[in-house]
């Protein structure tokens, strides 16, 4: 039965929606006089870039009733994303700060999120049937569960019902140790569960140490190989594994390959030099959008997944470009990079 108040989503991303509060460049947190606000949130980051590429997205979460939860829900549909499945709950919305790098110095992110109105929403009362009505693809990240044992467990359910109604499922790592060490957690167990569900996993060859314990090494496409065929031999379900690998030169400039792993085959991009860096925050969940977008769009095609990864490249390097946490780059934009072109559009 269709449910009365949602519409089918090519995609739904489960996870929180939080603000960003930014210290202006070349201040320390310390220092601030003024604070940047954005939206941004792993999921609702996805969400916002596959929007942007003309799919169907929504973000499944809750926010608080007020202005704060108002604005997250503007900037959202602002963004073309739907936002039926966001309920209203008590608390409040989780908030982080960031200090941006300059020079020698790295970028710094401050979590304050607990008690958010989306950890503390009893999630065992969800009706997923109603959450993943229409969807093809459910995204989720391991931020979510390393809010806490509840929300572990939220994930877990989500991707279990996913599974069951033959809907394919994406999941970032997205490992965050100051999240997991927060808690008295267990991320390898937890982790392990969640990726068993998963059909398309990014990860690099670090997250594949911490899951299998066992030593893997990102030095050459050899060693990413053996890390990925280890992750295939432990999880039967998964189908795809992507990552990037990035060399930072200094705060603006880094070089950066991406990459994708079937159980069969694998494809490499070039390096590319990312230079004159505005915002970084976000990059990862653009890969994500990016492979999404060429894995969703060529439905069991030959050669999807070497247009995926390029797609994923593009708009990872984009995202660079531009201040706030989530890609908002179009087909043009994407197909302009590959190409190349770097002058004035007119």
């Given at each position: ?62 926010v ?88 572990a ?55 594949m ?17 053996e ?61 994500a ?46 197909d302009?990079?590959?190409?190349g ?6």
């Amino acid at each position: 039965m269709k449910p009365e108040r949602y519409l089918p989503a090519d995609i739904v991303c489960f996870g929180e929606v939080l603000m960003r509060l930014t210290a202006p460049v070349g201040s320390l947190l310390a220092q601030a006089d003024t604070l940047g606000v954005r939206i941004g949130g792993a999921e609702a980051n996805v969400a916002v870039a596959l929007a942007a590429l003309e799919w169907r997205s929504a973000v499944a979460s809750v926010v608080p009733s007020g202005p704060l939860g108002r604005r997250a829900r503007t900037f959202l549909r602002g963004a073309g994303v739907d936002t039926t499945r966001i309920a209203d709950g008590p608390g409040r919305l989780g908030l982080y700060f960031l200090t941006q790098g300059a020079s020698l110095r790295a970028s710094d992110v401050t979590y304050d999120r607990a008690g958010s109105a989306f950890a503390t929403t009893d999630w065992r009362a969800v009706d997923w049937d109603t959450v993943l009505y229409g969807a093809r693809w459910l995204h989720v990240s391991g931020i979510t569960p390393a809010l806490g044992p509840e929300m572990a467990d939220a994930t877990l359910t989500a991707m279990r019902a996913a599974r069951a109604r033959g809907i394919r499922i994406s999941f970032d790592a997205n490992y965050r140790a100051r999240l997991w060490e927060s808690w008295d957690s267990d991320p390898r167990a937890i982790l392990r569960e969640l990726v068993a569900h998963a059909d398309l996993f990014f990860a690099n060859h670090r997250d594949m140490t911490l899951l299998l314990d066992a030593p893997f090494s990102g030095d050459g496409p050899e060693r990413r190989r053996e890390a990925a065929q280890a992750a295939f031999a432990a999880f039967p379900n998964l189908r795809w594994i992507a990552s990037t690998a990035r060399v930072i030169a200094h705060v603006d400039c880094h070089w950066i390959t991406a990459r994708l792993d079937t159980p069969s085959d694998s494809w490499q991009t070039r390096d590319v030099e990312v230079a004159g860096i505005v915002d970084r925050i976000g990059a990862g969940d653009a890969f994500a959008a990016g492979v999404l977008h060429g894995l969703m769009g060529n439905d069991d095609e030959d050669g999807r997944e070497a247009l995926a990864i390029e797609y994923g490249l593009a708009l990872t390097c984009l995202k660079h470009s531009l201040t706030g946490d989530a890609a908002l780059f179009d087909q043009h934009d994407i197909d302009s990079f590959l190409a190349g072109g770097l002058d004035v559009r007119r």
